[in-house]
């Protein structure tokens, strides 16, 4: 039986798998890897400046720590121009938002 899911048709099975996928993005679950194919970040000194999402997505979680350095800032443009962007969760950890880190994203309506 195929499901439509997210503008895409999907198996019940793959369904479970997404769901399965989003719901570990969303618990901070992931290895650094992982991350990787969702943010481009930088280190330094044991904290994480999140430099440009990846994905497209509407709504994104981003998460307190990748591997053992906590996030702490939402660097330059990082989210620029992500048009279906609706809403970004922000963890407790992010001490700085630089300018222009979600310019261009004219249906973002919560920051939470």
């Known amino acids: 039986m195929l499901l439509d899911y997210k503008e895409k048709r999907y198996t019940r099975d793959e369904i479970e798998e997404l769901e399965a996928a989003e719901l570990n993005i969303s618990m901070g679950n992931l ?3 992982e991350y990787e194919l ?6 330094e000194n044991n904290e994480i400046t999140i430099t440009n999402l990846k994905i497209e997505d509407k709504e ?7 591997g053992n350095s906590y996030v702490t800032k939402i660097g330059r443009t990082a989210f620029k121009n992500k048009i279906g962007l609706r809403e970004v969760a922000l963890p407790r950890t992010i001490t700085s938002i630089e300018d222009y880190a979600f310019f261009g994203c004219g249906n973002l309506v919560y920051i939470t």
């Open 31 to 33: 290895l650094p890897s």
């Open 38 to 43: 969702i943010f481009d970040y930088t280190v």
């Open 60 to 66: 994104i979680e981003i998460p307190e720590k990748i």
